[in-house]
């Protein structure tokens, strides 16, 4: 089943007794186990159905696989472009490939160690 990627995730808002209001965001992942290499067969028919979608795939990609030595030029070389022809792909739907990895990666720390004012669970 398809879910669309504006419903994989939720915010729940519920003011407690004094009236403060406590936030839940619910982020459905659906991870694989440690996954060491991207699925570039998804990223190439990304890539190669003219770019579109192609920024959140890669990103996704990026955060399902945060350790991978990402290059851009290594990208590039496994989806057969150039590496500027994936930087333009990435300009035009607003992605920068450095500033994805970036995020990707210090929100997997943030989720995985969690921060002083937020607190994390895997629900199963």
Known sequence: M???????FDVHM???????VTGRLEIDLM???KQS????????????C????????LTQSMFAS???????????????????AIQMALFRESYSFDAALRRCRSLHTLLRAGHAHCTFE???
């Open 66 to 84: 945060p350790s991978y030595p990402w290059t851009l030029e290594s990208l590039a070389a496994r989806l057969g472009a150039r590496p500027r």
């Open 14 to 20: 519920m003011p407690d007794e004094t009236g403060a």
């Open 2 to 8: 398809l879910i669309r990627h504006e419903e994989m």
């Open 122 to 124: 895997a629900v199963n």
């Open 50 to 57: 003219n770019g579109r979608g192609f920024g959140l795939a």
């Open 37 to 48: 290499e991207p699925d570039w067969h998804s990223l190439a028919l990304s890539y190669a």
């Open 31 to 33: 991870l694989r186990n």
